[in-house]
Structure formats: C-alpha cells, structure tokens
C-alpha cells in the first residue's frame, strides 16, 4: 500500500533503501528489553544501519519533535477546546509519554536515517545488486 514511501520504513520497521529487510532486530516496540537493539545491516540488501559515530544523536531531535507535537496536540485539545483540569490531563499525559518512549526511540531513529537514505525500486524487486554506500 505505502511501500516505496519513506512513511513506510518508518512504521513498519524496515529497511529505508530495500523495505524488505528489518532495521531494528524484533517488531514489538513494547518490548522494553530489546526495543533498542538494532541490526547492524539490511539482510536483504546490505545497506549498513551502523553509521558514523553519534550519527543517531539526530534522531533525538525526531524523538523531541514527536514528544512535541503529543503534548500541544493534547493541551490544545483537552485543556483549550474540552476545558478540562490541568491536573487530570497531565496525570494521563505524564504515563502516556513514558510508555510510549521506546515507539519515539524508533520512529526518531527510523526518520533520521529515511532523511539520508532514498529508497531503490530496483534493490527491492532484485533487478540490481545492492552496493552498500557506507
């Protein structure tokens, strides 16, 4: 439906030159023992996820922005529109955001490197050889 679109690698955790290989090593975001781990290579087309050193510090700035973009979307909508208490929304808020930290990790991540890899229609049918640029 979405693939061949940078929105794609993203949510479905897959590679961002390729989408066929995974980019972190399990799918559950949930899973707070593993959801950092990444692959250190596409297994399909080879792209390396491994970057120069503090190549993901940028992907902080991803993960702000998502925080963000959460926390005015709520205030404006539950605190200005709905007019409800301060205390009530940010004691639903506070939890929300720490449970959704390992979803922000990644999706941080996986946009930070879709900034600075095109994905190849021709690598994910397989009608051209995958030369890894890194």
């Known amino acids: 439906m979405l693939q061949g679109t940078k929105v794609y690698s993203i949510l479905h955790n897959r590679c961002p030159r390729c989408h066929k290989g995974h980019f972190f090593k399990t799918d559950n975001a949930l899973s707070w023992k593993y959801y950092d781990k990444m692959n250190t290579k596409c297994s399909v087309c080879g792209e390396s996820f491994e ?3 503090g190549f993901y510090f940028g992907g902080m700035y991803g993960s702000y ?4 973009a959460l926390i ?21 808020l506070v939890p929300v955001i720490l449970l959704s930290q390992p979803l922000f990790f ?11 890899v095109k994905y190849d229609p021709e690598i994910a049918n397989g009608s051209k050889k995958a030369t890894p640029k890194w």
């Open 51 to 53: 970057r120069e050193p």
């Open 65 to 68: 922005l998502l925080y963000s």
């Open 72 to 92: 005015a979307a709520s205030i404006i909508l539950f605190i200005v529109l709905l007019k409800l208490n301060i205390y009530y929304v940010l004691g639903v």
């Open 106 to 116: 990644r999706w941080g991540r996986l946009v930070w490197i879709n900034i600075f």
